[in-house]
C-alpha cells in the first residue's frame, strides 16, 4: 500500500501525455499520404506504358494530353502479337530463360547439398567462392567473354557468336553463385536428425536429396528458380553483345535495336513491346509475390 | 563423392569467370590488334585522357548519390509501411516493389519516352506550373539527374523490401523501454531501429554500390553516355570503347578499373555477412 502512495508522488517533473489512440491516428493519415505519393513514383513508367500502348501513332504525333487515351485501339498489340520477329523475339526469350532455370537447378542443387551437408577439403573456401562469385558483376566480364568466344570459334570451327545458344552456357554464371548460396541456407536449416533418419532407413544420398531435401526445401527452390528466371529474362548486357542478327535476339535486345529505326520512334509500338517484354516477370510476381521476396532477402543472410 | 556433386558449379566459375577474370587482364597489356605486348601502355593512355577521367568522376558520383537516396527512400517508405495495419501491409509492398520486379531495360524505355525531347510527359504536366521544357536528356546537369532518378526509382524498392525485413525483426519491447524512458520518435529511431538495423543497412547498401557502380542498362538506353560522354559509366564506356570501337585491349582495361572498388565492397559484405551468419 505504501509503495503505492510512493509512486504516485514520484515524478515530479512535468510530462505531457498526449493520447496514445491520437497521436496514432495521425502517424496512419502520414504513412497513407506519403505512401500514395510514393505509389504514384514508382507506378508511373508502367501506366504510362499501358497508357501509351493504347494510342494510335497519330494520337501520339498530335501531342495531346499524354496522360489520357482519347481513342483507345488494340492495333499496337495486334501488329507485335502478329508479326514474325518479335515473336522471334519472344521465343528466343522464353527458350533461353527455361532451359537457364534447368541448368541452373541442375547445377546448383546438388552443390547445395553437397556444401550444405558434406564437409570435405576446401569446402568453406568453395561457399564463399560461390558468394563472391555473386558480387562479381556483369559489366567486368563482357568483354573477355566476347574475345574468348571469338578465339573458341576459330579454334573449334563451331559459331559461336551471334548465336542464342552461347547464352545458355554464359547466364548460368549470373544466376547458379545466387542460387546455391541461398539452397545451402534452405538445406542447412533442414534438421540433422531427417536425414539421419532416412540413413538408417537405408536411402542412398540421391533419395535422401529427392526425397527429402528438395521437398523439404521446396520454398527456397520457388524462390531459386524464380530469380534465375528473372534475371535470365531480364539481362541485356550479354545478349547484347554476343548476338546482333535479328533472328538471333532476345526481347530486351530485340526491342530496343529494332523498334527503333534511326531517328524515327515508334513510341506506341515500343511501349507496347517493353509491356509485353515485363508481362511474364510481372505475372509470375504477381502469384508468387512471397517466394519472390523470400528469395530477395535471403541474399544477404547466411544460412 | 562431395567433389563430383559441386564439379559442374566448380568448372562453371572456373571457366566462365575465373578464367575469363585473368583473360582480362591479359588482354589490358595488349595493343589494339591484339598482336603486340605493350605492358602498362593502354592505363597510362587513358590516364592521359581528360573523358577517362570524367568517367571516373561521373561513375563515383552516380553510385554515391543513387546509393544514398535510394537507401534513404527505401528508409523512409519501409517506415510508412511498417506503420500500416498487419492486414494492409501486403498491398502496399506489392505496389511499391514493381519497380524492381520489371525487367530494368524494359522500364528504361518508358522513362526514355517519358524524357522524349519534344513529346515528354513530365514537361507536358510541368507546363501547368509554369515551369519551362527542362532538356532531361539533353543538358550535362539534367542527363546525370536523369540517370540517377530512373536509378533510384529501380533501386529503392530493394531497400525498402530489406528494411522491412529488418524492421519486423526489431522486438516491440525495446520501442516499449524507449517509449517508457520518454523517448520521441527521433530518438526511437536513432537509438533503437538505427542501432538494431545497422548490419542490414550496411550489406544492402554495399550490395548496391556494387550494382550500381556497374550499372549499365539505365545509362546505356537513357543516353548511351551522352551528351559528350557526360553520363558514361565504366561499364558503358567500356562497351562503347571495346565493342562499338572493337579496341577490345582498352575496353578490357576500362572495366578492369571497377575491380578497386568492387573488391573493397566485397571484402566488408563478406565480413557482415559472415558476422550475421554467427550471430544466428
Known amino acids: ?303 | 563423392m562431395a567433389f563430383f556433386l559441386t564439379l559442374p558449379l566448380i568448372l562453371l566459375i572456373a571457366l566462365f569467370v575465373l578464367y575469363p577474370a585473368f583473360y582480362s587482364m591479359h588482354l589490358a597489356t595488349l595493343n589494339k590488334s591484339m598482336q603486340k605486348f605493350v605492358g602498362l601502355g593502354n592505363f597510362t593512355f587513358l590516364f592521359k585522357r581528360d573523358t577517362f577521367w570524367m568517367v571516373v568522376r561521373q561513375s563515383c558520383i552516380f553510385a554515391i548519390t543513387a546509393v544514398f537516396f535510394k537507401a534513404l527512400m527505401g528508409f523512409i517508405v519501409a517506415h510508412f509501411v511498417h506503420n500500416l495495419p498487419a492486414k494492409g501491409q501486403r498491398k502496399w509492398r506489392g505496389m511499391l516493389l514493381v519497380p524492381w520486379v520489371i525487367p530494368p531495360a524494359m522500364s528504361t524505355l518508358a522513362w526514355l519516352w517519358l524524357f522524349d525531347p519534344s513529346y515528354s510527359a513530365f514537361n507536358y504536366t510541368l507546363s501547368f506550373f509554369g515551369v519551362g521544357p527542362i532538356p532531361w536528356l539533353g543538358d550535362t546537369f539534367w542527363a546525370r539527374f536523369s540517370v540517377i532518378l530512373v536509378n533510384v526509382w529501380y533501386g529503392a524498392p530493394f531497400f525498402m523490401i530489406m528494411y522491412l525485413a529488418a524492421l519486423k525483426s526489431v522486438p516491440d519491447q525495446l520501442y516499449e523501454a524507449a517509449a517508457i524512458d520518454g523517448a520521441n520518435w527521433w530518438q526511437r529511431i536513432w537509438y533503437v531501429t538505427l542501432p538494431m538495423m545497422r548490419n542490414i543497412i550496411a550489406i544492402t547498401t554495399l550490395f548496391s554500390l556494387i550494382v550500381t557502380f556497374a550499372n549499365f542498362d539505365i545509362v546505356r538506353i537513357l543516353t548511351s553516355g551522352g551528351p559528350l560522354d557526360s553520363t558514361h559509366l565504366f561499364a558503358t564506356w567500356a562497351f562503347q570503347v571495346g565493342i562499338q570501337s572493337s579496341d577490345i585491349p582498352l575496353g578490357a582495361c576500362v572495366s578492369l578499373f571497377m575491380v578497386p572498388i568492387l573488391a573493397v565492397a566485397a571484402i566488408f559484405i563478406l565480413r557482415d555477412v559472415n558476422k550475421r551468419g554467427n550471430e544466428a
Request: with cysteine; aromatic share 16%.
Open chain 1, 1 to 303: 500500500m505504501s509503495t503505492l502512495a510512493i509512486d504516485k508522488g514520484g515524478p515530479t517533473r512535468k510530462i505531457k501525455y498526449r493520447s496514445m489512440s491520437r497521436d496514432r491516428t495521425w502517424a496512419l493519415r502520414w504513412s497513407y499520404f506519403f505512401l500514395v505519393l510514393f505509389a504514384i513514383f514508382s507506378l508511373i513508367p508502367p501506366i504510362y506504358m499501358l497508357i501509351t500502348s493504347l494510342k494510335s501513332s497519330a494520337e501520339i504525333s498530335a501531342a495531346t494530353n499524354p496522360w489520357w487515351v482519347f481513342h483507345p485501339t488494340l492495333a499496337n498489340y495486334v501488329e507485335l502479337l502478329t508479326s514474325n520477329q518479335f515473336l522471334r523475339f519472344f521465343w528466343n526469350s522464353a527458350i533461353v530463360s527455361i532451359v537457364v532455370v534447368f541448368v541452373t537447378m541442375l547445377i546448383s542443387i546438388p552443390a547445395a547439398f553437397a556444401l550444405a551437408r558434406m564437409k570435405f577439403w576446401g569446402s568453406t573456401t568453395l561457399a564463399t567462392g560461390v558468394f563472391l562469385t555473386y558480387l562479381i558483376p556483369d559489366s567486368l566480364l563482357f568483354i573477355p567473354l566476347f574475345k574468348m568466344l571469338a578465339v573458341l570459334q576459330d579454334l573449334t570451327g563451331i559459331t559461336l557468336l551471334n548465336r542464342w545458344y552461347v547464352l545458355l552456357f554464359i547466364y548460368p554464371t549470373l544466376t547458379v553463385p545466387f542460387c546455391t548460396w541461398i539452397m545451402i541456407g534452405y538445406f542447412a536449416s533442414i534438421p540433422k536428425e531427417l536425414d539421419e533418419a532416412a540413413l538408417i532407413d537405408g536411402a542412398s544420398w540421391l533419395q535422401t536429396l529427392t526425397r527429402i531435401f528438395i521437398p523439404v526445401a521446396l520454398p527456397g527452390l520457388i524462390a531459386a528458380t524464380i530469380f534465375a528466371f528473372t534475371v535470365s529474362w531480364a539481362q541485356f548486357l550479354y545478349p547484347l553483345v554476343f548476338t546482333t542478327s535479328i533472328d538471333q535476339l532476345v526481347l530486351p535486345v530485340g526491342i530496343t535495336t529494332t523498334l527503333i529505326k534511326g531517328d524515327v520512334f515508334n513510341w506506341g509500338q515500343i511501349m507496347t513491346g517493353a509491356l509485353l517484354g515485363a508481362a511474364p516477370p510481372l505475372i509470375i510476381y504477381a502469384f508468387l509475390m512471397d517466394y519472390y521476396i523470400a528469395g530477395l532477402t535471403a541474399g544477404a543472410t547466411k544460412g
